[in-house]
């Protein structure tokens, strides 16, 4: 991912937008923030929040006109937020005061402030904070300006005073009863000639045309530049109630006296007065937040209006507010929330992942979580797509030499097991010279059930016509998956190939992985899905003798967009007469199963999460049509059945509560099922099976096995290559043998025992560390 | 890699090829392009070397991943 894509896919997220109440808000007030503070209880934290954007909290609190609460997202439900009541909660209730800000060594530039109002008073404390030298001019005899003219109700001189009392804390100059005019005493002209610029804060009253040298407009206003507060004056800059008039806003002015003070430090510093500004102000967020499910409650009252919310009060409605955030992909993805943040953050650990040279590649494990799904894009509000990031980084890792070897190794050897002779089979229907269609049953189905898919094969051939092939092997999703590309298109080519050699004839799949992967590679190829003929066709005899009464359906997150699969499923349940629920996140937003993206090698912590979640949604027996679905779930204790068991039903007398085959067996059930098609269909004589080493294994060893994935053929290796060269160690407390062998990359060690010609199996584990044997020298 | 406990921990081990007593041993583990030295149990003659399974899964492997992520 270079760096242009990465800012793209990080400005895609919209997790960071402020919300609304923060956007509209003209000095973006951080309310959601502040109010977060109060719903704790915590007032000092509440009003350093406040504080943070407003130097003159005590007053802001009390006099803002509070736009935000026109645009509070909890409007759309029942009532805005009091968010302008908690702001003066937090003035009212904190045990401290205004902080003092953050001060810039002292500036030489010497910076002049005409009238004391909201706007001066921002315009004179946010320079002076900058390092300026600020000398504020106010004609009245003392400073506020229209403050002043708020009630005591509102607004105490008191509160006024105590807020004021920052001008000294920023040694800002204060004149008093000095006015600026043209008409004698002090002149602009003559403020021009001592300080390097002025700010203009003069209210709404009218100027007389003046030496001033500023254009003034008809109505007899200066003329002032909206984005920058300038004039016709370089160094003179205005705002405030002079721009609005009579209709007062405190809030704006504040901004005003704000944003030419940003003007005036551009200015002063000779950089551009206009460049980066257009977050500035009130502005549309992007920020989404859902709203389903919240159920309406009023603003909570106030017992007494002057006094306003006590702090009982204020923590009430401080409860209401939503705490507006998008995070609609985390709430429904587990690897997501595993990590503790969202998109935006983890495309910049991805992408710092990816660019560095020296030190630990510290988001290997989390981009190789991922199950690849794009749950994520389909509830995102912008289509984010994690899983195009992760595998982008996933194969930007392979091409650089630095994707971890036991990532993936153990799905990319199960791969290469199903493409070979072991598994692999092309062949023609028997009788006919080419073939109008092709089984391609996958690798898990096959794995999982290889009966049905004999089945399935002979449904296939009589339904179907023109001559049925089989191909079996991996189409080489977890090639894919792994980021593996060359391996992916040797997988895609060989398979091909072996469609060209067979007349090009239509692919008919079992699995939705198979099915996505080769209408995305193979895009000349005519793919069909197993489920879809079912729906279009008579089902076999052998279906519904043994209907569940009440099912529900998982879709396959490979079938995410695949309306005719979905839809075929749910025709299948109901030529069967079952009756179907549906779970809430259905079809487009189902979750994978935790195999996809070979999650469940990689993290199975994370696994276990996100298929937990799953099975915890329904008691109902869930329909799955996807065999690594079926199993995992069954893996969890879920009663699970695919779609085919209702169809062509499986010895078990209860289909729902079979575990799946462990790996070994999956292996072993593959290799059966190509001798058992060559043996049958095409009546090919095979070779005669060698007995196998015969092995005893417990079912806690078994399961240990399983989770430490180790194959029953590693452990035959181990003991066969221990047993012919002699090589072992003997536990002298226990009696066991303990051998060792390293096959490739990893080297197994098997505990075990001998019963005549059997071999009991005690422990195994596995290291991919080389030792280096032999005597030293 | 820590040496400690392997010595208490492992069972008396004898190699059956050259039938006599493991000893603790400097032996070299390598992976990916990286070589520590460690003390495991090894046979005097033929070098046959045994990893317990604690090492195996625990420091073994956490040096793997560390190794792996570099």
Redesign the interface.
């Known amino acids: 991912m270079d760096h242009q894509r990465a800012k793209e896919r990080e400005n895609q997220c919209i997790q960071e937008q402020p919300p609304k109440c923060m956007a509209a808000c003209p000095v973006h007030v951080d309310a959601r923030a502040m109010i977060d503070c109060v719903r704790r209880g915590d007032y000092r934290a509440g009003l350093a929040i406040f504080n943070k954007t407003v130097p003159f909290p005590g007053i802001i609190a009390r006099v803002c006109d509070h736009p935000c609460q026109t645009a509070c997202k909890r409007a759309e439900i029942d009532e805005a937020i009091m968010i302008n009541a908690i702001e003066k909660a937090c003035a009212d209730h904190s045990d401290s005061d205004a902080k003092k800000p953050f001060m810039l060594p002292k500036k030489e530039k010497r910076v002049a402030v005409v009238g004391s109002g909201l706007s001066g008073l921002t315009a004179a404390a946010d320079l002076a904070a900058k390092g300026y030298r600020v000398s504020i001019f106010e004609a009245a005899d003392r400073p506020g300006g229209r403050l002043r003219e708020f009630g005591a109700e509102t607004l105490l001189s008191d509160a006024i005073e105590k807020d004021l009392s920052l001008l000294n804390v920023l040694d800002i100059s204060l004149h008093l009863d000095s006015p600026v005019s043209n008409q004698g005493g002090q002149t602009l002209d003559s403020v021009l000639d001592e300080f390097d610029a002025v700010y203009l804060g003069i209210g709404p009253a009218t100027v007389e045309s003046s030496s001033h040298g500023l254009t003034i407009s008809a109505d007899g206003l200066i003329a002032i530049t909206p984005l920058t507060y300038s004039t016709s004056n370089e160094k003179v800059f205005a705002g405030g109630g002079h721009r609005y008039g009579h209709d007062y806003s405190p809030i704006t002015s504040m901004m005003d006296g704000r944003l030419a003070a940003v003007s005036i430090d551009r200015f002063l510093q000779g950089a551009s007065l206009t460049a980066n500004r257009d977050l500035e102000g009130p502005f549309d967020t992007r920020l989404y937040t859902s709203i389903e499910g919240i159920s309406p409650e009023p603003a909570t009252p106030m017992a007494n209006r002057i006094e306003g919310y006590t702090q009982e009060e204020a923590e009430a409605e401080a409860r209401r507010c939503l705490n507006c955030q998008c995070l609609e992909c985390v709430k429904v993805c587990e690897y997501l929330a595993h990590y503790k943040s969202y998109p935006k953050r983890y495309v910049r650990e991805i992408y710092n992942n990816d660019a560095i040279i020296m ?4 988001a ?2 989390m981009i190789n979580t991922c199950a690849l799904c794009s749950l994520c894009k389909a509830v995102c509000p912008v289509d984010l797509d994690m899983a195009e990031i992760c595998l982008d980084a996933r194969q930007s890792m392979v091409d650089k030499r630095k994707m ?4 993936h190794d153990f799905a990319l050897r199960d791969m290469a097991f199903s493409n070979s002779d072991s598994f692999a089979l092309a062949r023609h229907e028997p009788g006919h010279e080419t073939s109008s269609a092709v089984f391609f049953p996958g690798c898990q189905l096959s794995a999982s059930s290889p009966e049905q898919v004999t089945q399935i094969y002979e449904y296939l051939r009589r339904n179907v016509g023109g001559g049925v092939g089989l191909v079996l092997g991996c189409c080489g999703a977890p090639a894919d998956w792994a980021g593996e590309k060359a391996l992916t298109d040797a997988a895609i080519s060989a398979f091909a190939d072996t469609l060209k050699e067979m007349g090009s004839p239509k692919i008919i799949t079992a699995c939705s992985s198979c099915l996505r992967l080769f209408r995305n590679h193979l895009p000349d190829a005519q793919v069909e899905s197993v489920q879809t003929l079912l729906a279009m066709n008579p089902l076999p005899e052998s279906a519904s003798t043994k209907i569940p009464a009440h099912v529900t359906i998982h879709d396959a997150c490979a079938s995410r967009h695949d309306n005719v699969v979905q839809d075929s499923v749910r025709s299948i349940l109901g030529k069967l007469g079952v009756k179907v629920s549906e779970l809430t996140d259905n079809r487009h937003l189902s979750p994978c199963c935790s195999y996809g993206g070979l999650m469940s090698f990689v993290n199975s912590e994370v696994a276990e999460k996100v298929v937990r979640r799953r099975v915890d949604e329904s008691d109902a027996d869930y329909i799955t049509y996807c065999a690594m679905c079926r199993d995992n779930f069954a893996a969890r204790g879920k009663r699970a059945m695919h779609i085919f068991d209702l169809i062509w039903l499986p010895a078990e007398t209860d289909p729902a509560a079979r575990k799946g085959p462990g790996y070994s067996m999956r292996h072993e059930n593959r290799a059966r099922l190509k001798l058992h098609m060559l043996n049958n269909v095409w009546n090919e004589k095979t070779a005669e099976e060698e007995e196998p080493m015969k092995l005893s294994i417990s079912p806690d060893v078994s399961e240990l096995l399983e989770t430490r994935m180790i194959l029953i053929e590693d452990i035959r290796k181990v003991i066969a290559h221990a047993e012919s ?10 009696g066991h ?2 051998a ?1 062998y390293r096959p490739v990359s990893v ?1 197994y ?1 098997v505990e075990y025992s001998s019963d005549g010609d059997e071999f009991i199996i005690h ?1 195994a ?12 020298k | 890699m820590s040496e400690n406990g392997i010595a208490s921990s492992a069972p008396a081990l004898t190699c059956t090829k050259c039938n006599i007593e493991l000893f603790l041993g400097k032996v070299t583990v390598s992976y990916l392009g990286s070589e520590f030295p460690v003390d495991l149990l090894k046979c005097p003659v033929c070098g046959t070397v045994f990893v317990p399974e604690d090492l195996a899964l625990g420091k073994m492997l956490q040096v793997e991943q560390a190794l792996e992520d570099k």
Request: aromatic share 6%; glycine share 10%.
């Open positions: 030190g630990s590649h510290n290997n494990r971890p070897p036991s990532a060269a002699g090589q072992k160690l003997l536990d002298g407390k226990t043998s303990i060792h080297t060690w422990n584990y596995s290291h991919r560390m080389e030792v280096i044997e032999g005597l030293s």
